[in-house]
């Protein structure tokens, strides 16, 4: 009998263990097309508005949009390289510079140790779109954002900076992105401080360190 307890218990912890593994997966999913649509609506919309006026740049932007969706749903790996997850955020940059053009400016360093690290997908480009957002938004000047990513003490440690205005009130927003990115560092690696954030000056960085196995 109480060999037989003993399975019964295995047998419920198991399945415990595989019911919170599936609600995990599916919190996941949920979190990564939340964000999708978002960028989408951006993106067609954009593409509206050129259609008319420059149709070549539509055309573009309509070949550029579908390179990344078509990126973003072969995602299904749990990990991917840092220089796949670069590629995603090239595509996702040259639509936004046919959006903003010239006002747009990206400057990247990134170490050659980081590009062939681990990191969950999807991850940079919510982060690129908020600095974009609070970057350019409300402003009419050109806006250069910094990236910075390197090996650090056993993470890829990526930061990325764009300038605000602190008197603007919509800086504050909603901040979904940098939420969902949180929540989905949390469910991976079960810690709440890998994503941070600070102003400085006039200044908003984002810092992100994903742990990598050694």
Same mark, same amino acid.
């Given at each position: 009998? @109480? +060999?037989?307890?003993?399975?019964?218990?295995?047998? +419920?912890?198991?399945?415990k263990?595989?019911?919170?593994r599936?609600?995990?997966?599916?919190?996941?999913l949920?979190?990564?097309h @939340?964000? @999708?649509?978002?960028?989408?609506?951006?993106?067609?919309?954009?593409?509206?508005?050129?259609?008319?006026?420059? $149709? &070549?740049?539509a055309? &573009?932007?309509?070949? @550029?949009?579908?390179?990344?969706l078509? *990126?973003?749903?072969?995602?299904?790996?749990?990990?991917?390289?840092?220089?796949?997850?670069?590629?995603?955020?090239?595509?996702?940059?040259?639509?936004?510079?046919?959006?903003?053009?010239?006002?747009?400016?990206?400057?990247?360093?990134?170490?050659?140790?980081?590009? $062939?690290? &681990?990191?969950? $997908?999807?991850?940079?480009?919510?982060?690129?779109?908020?600095?974009?957002?609070?970057?350019?938004?409300?402003?009419?000047?050109?806006?250069?954002?910094?990236v910075?990513?390197?090996?650090?003490? *056993?993470?890829l440690?990526?930061?990325?900076?764009? $300038?605000?205005?602190?008197?603007?009130?919509t800086?504050?927003?909603?901040?979904?992105?940098?939420?969902?990115?949180?929540?989905?560092?949390?469910?991976?690696? *079960?810690?709440?401080?890998?994503?941070?954030?600070?102003?400085?000056?006039?200044?908003?960085?984002?810092?992100?360190?994903?742990?990598?196995?050694?």
């Open positions: 009998m @109480q +060999w037989s307890q003993i399975k019964e218990q295995t047998a +419920w912890n198991d399945r263990d595989e019911a919170e599936l609600a995990k997966e599916a919190e996941l949920k979190l990564r @939340q964000l @999708q649509p978002h960028f989408l609506f951006n993106s067609l919309n954009s593409i509206n508005a050129l259609i008319v006026a420059e $149709p &070549k740049e055309r &573009k932007m309509v070949q @550029q949009l579908s390179a990344f078509r *990126g973003t749903i072969n995602t299904d790996h749990a990990l991917i390289d840092f220089a796949k997850e670069l590629e995603h955020v090239q595509l996702y940059l040259e639509i936004e510079k046919v959006r903003f053009g010239h006002r747009l400016m990206v400057n990247l360093t990134i170490d050659d140790s980081a590009l $062939p690290l &681990k990191l969950p $997908p999807l991850l940079l480009q919510p982060l690129m779109e908020n600095a974009i957002k609070f970057g350019l938004y409300g402003t009419t000047e050109d806006v250069l954002i910094d910075h990513a390197k090996y650090s003490g *056993g993470f440690e990526i930061s990325i900076s764009n $300038p605000i205005d602190a008197d603007v009130s800086q504050q927003g909603t901040r979904f992105g940098l939420k969902a990115i949180m929540r989905r560092l949390y469910l991976i690696y *079960g810690r709440d401080d890998l994503l941070t954030t600070h102003n400085s000056e006039n200044t908003f960085v984002a810092t992100l360190k994903v742990p990598q196995q050694s």
